[in-house]
């Protein structure tokens, strides 16, 4: 499909949104005290349903549903997006979800982020400013690519005629695959968002922030780990390093000579250190396999804080609150406690939000509740 064309599409399936708005203005009201966030991973389907309530939002329904390996693994055709659709369609009816409108955190290696500066200009010269700079610095072109941009709050070494801002760009394809998997599970996309956004909205909601904490947010997905900076109460530092969970998975099952399926259940149950390890321990000690990979993961987190720490004028980062699948990694956050020389926890994503026991799964949500970050950033 041409670029012409998509955006005819797209301008259409809008329109046939806000024509539905006008036309159902209980489901709209409806809507506005009942969100939907979603975020579709490479290797599952992570869904929160918040309503909002005197006292804040309240987590109603989460869902988390894998995707099959065969289609995690593919190129997405035609054939794959209607069978992600399928899971999506299964999980609404595990579930018994109603709601129809989605507000979706995407996720993909495609998608590129980077802090610029730029001279400070006014607030309808920026966004040409924000296009002229972004095709300097994306690595594909500007025609074929979706930019949006944060304007960012910081203690700069760049002077007050200077603006700073993250910009993040996403390919018109990549965002065309995922509004297909939506159109196929018949479901309504209101609102988009890049997975490192909605985690800040979750981390800062869950995790206020002072004058004087840098914070980092590191979310370990299963091809991306996105090492994120907030300081003041907003974000400072976005970045993404193609080194995660699947990386660990790919090198067990070189090690251990077996099939990744394998590989993925023992990284699982087992744990970074031997020491840790109790007598009814199950598997191999999985770390002298996967060292090498864990030691150059925080060597490149270690370059983003020394980068950040230069760039902002600032003091070293004060803590760390792993997110992701990949945060489930027993041991890892002692490890990097050890590496990055600052204390590491691992993070809560409804930590200050209310929980319907009633209507919630609190086993799955105490299993899978540090991947449901981005999901519920969307939600928020």
């Known amino acids: 499909m041409d670029t012409k064309s998509?955006?005819?599409?797209?301008?259409?399936?809008?329109?046939?949104?806000?024509?539905?708005?006008?036309?159902?203005?209980?489901?709209?009201?409806?809507?506005e005290k009942v969100k939907i966030g979603l975020d579709i991973g490479t290797y599952s389907i992570k869904m929160v349903q918040l309503k909002d309530t005197p006292k804040g939002p309240t987590l109603v329904k989460l869902g988390y549903k894998e995707i099959p390996k065969t289609l995690s693994e593919s190129k997405a055709s035609g054939t794959e997006q209607d069978s992600i659709a399928s899971v999506l369609r299964e999980l609404w009816q595990e579930q018994k979800i109603k709601g129809r409108r989605v507000r979706?955190?995407?996720?993909?290696?495609?998608?590129?982020?980077?802090?610029?500066?730029?001279?400070?200009?006014?607030?309808?010269?920026?966004?040409?400013?924000?296009?002229?700079?972004?095709?300097?610095?994306?690595?594909?072109?500007?025609?074929?690519?979706?930019?949006?941009?944060?304007?960012?709050?910081?203690?700069?070494?760049?002077?007050?005629?200077?603006?700073e801002i993250i910009v993040v760009a996403a390919k018109k394809e990549t965002v065309n695959k995922y509004l297909t998997v939506l159109k196929e599970a018949k479901l309504i996309p209101t609102n988009l968002d890049v997975c490192p956004f909605a985690v800040v909205k979750s981390f800062l909601k869950n995790y206020p922030v002072n004058k004087e904490e840098m914070v980092a947010v590191i979310d370990i997905g299963a091809k991306v780990t996105s090492v994120?900076?907030?300081?003041?109460?907003?974000?400072?530092?976005?970045?993404?390093?193609?080194?995660?969970?699947?990386n660990f998975t790919q090198v067990l099952a070189q090690g251990l000579n077996v099939e990744k399926i394998e590989a993925e259940k023992i990284k699982k149950r087992s744990s970074l250190y031997p020491l840790e390890m109790d007598e009814k321990k199950e598997g191999p000690n999985i770390f002298p396999i996967i060292e090498p990979l864990l030691v150059e993961l925080a060597q490149e987190i270690n370059r983003s804080f020394a980068y950040c720490e230069t760039?902002?004028?600032?003091?070293?980062?004060?803590?760390?609150?792993?997110?992701?699948?990949?945060?489930?990694?027993?041991?890892?956050?002692?490890?990097?406690?050890?590496?990055?020389?600052?204390?590491?926890?691992?993070?809560?994503?409804?930590?200050d939000i209310a929980i319907d026991r009633i209507e919630v799964d609190t086993?799955?949500?105490?299993?899978v509740s540090s991947s449901l970050m981005a999901a519920l950033g969307a939600a928020l």
């Open 228 to 246: 994120i900076i907030a300081k003041r109460g907003s974000l400072q530092f976005v970045r993404n390093i193609e080194l995660a969970g699947s």
């Open 363 to 367: 086993p799955i949500l105490d299993e």
């Open 311 to 351: 760039e902002q004028l600032t003091q070293r980062i004060n803590k760390v609150i792993l997110y992701g699948g990949g945060a489930r990694l027993k041991g890892l956050d002692k490890f990097l406690k050890e590496k990055l020389r600052v204390p590491v926890e691992i993070g809560n994503p409804f930590k």
């Open 6 to 31: 998509y955006w005819e599409k797209i301008d259409q399936k809008m329109d046939k949104v806000r024509f539905l708005d006008r036309l159902h203005p209980l489901e709209r009201l409806f809507e």
């Open 104 to 163: 979706l955190a995407v996720s993909d290696s495609s998608i590129y982020s980077r802090d610029i500066s730029i001279p400070r200009v006014t607030e309808e010269e920026l966004v040409k400013a924000i296009k002229w700079q972004a095709e300097k610095y994306i690595p594909f072109s500007i025609d074929d690519a979706i930019v949006d941009f944060q304007t960012l709050r910081s203690d700069s070494k760049k002077g007050s005629d200077q603006m």
